[in-house]
């Protein structure tokens, strides 16, 4: 059955940084914006290293918009082959590629993050042209916060968001 992502992109004013996922989790009871489902240490991960609670929809939008930081997927519609998370079993994709290229054109983005290494390969394999108008964007591929990921430890993960993401102002 395809699935339209539920969640809009957020741009806070002044948005120098975008962080790409791929597709949100299935849903879940309280899953009610990015990375929130149950098992994803997305947050808890952005806890530890900017040192704050980050256990509401509020209180993670705040965050971003201290950051100048954009949030969306690369995804907009798509089917899960095996009914679960997994990128791997993402088909029919449809990309979410209006979005993405407004937040490049309407921001001074300086780096994209990406939340995996699927992401990356993807979106460079779909809008790797789109990056020909913005050569000085910075790519950064993040470990990724999925628990599935589990050749870096949590705490080896803290510490990579933590040298690689920009520092609270």
Not at 87 to 100: K, Q
């Amino acid at each position: 059955m395809l699935e339209t992502h539920p969640f809009p992109a957020f741009a806070p004013p002044l948005t120098k940084y975008l962080i790409l996922g791929s597709f949100v989790g299935k849903p879940a009871p309280g899953y009610d914006w990015f990375y929130n489902s149950p098992r994803n240490q997305f947050w808890s991960i952005l806890e530890a290293v900017y040192h704050l609670k980050l256990n509401s929809k509020k209180s993670q939008q705040q965050l971003f918009t201290r950051l100048s930081f954009a949030v969306t997927d690369i995804i907009y519609r798509c089917d899960r082959s095996a009914g679960n998370n997994l990128d791997t079993n993402l088909i029919d994709i449809v990309y979410n590629t209006r979005v993405i290229r407004n937040i490049l054109s309407q921001n001074n983005i300086h780096k994209i993050y990406f939340t995996s290494r699927f992401v990356a390969d993807k979106f460079h394999a779909h809008f790797g042209r789109l990056l020909t108008r913005f050569p000085h964007i910075r790519l950064i591929t993040l470990p990724s916060p999925s628990p599935r990921y589990a050749q870096i430890a949590k705490e080896e993960k803290i510490l990579l968001y933590s040298r690689l993401l920009p520092r609270l102002q």
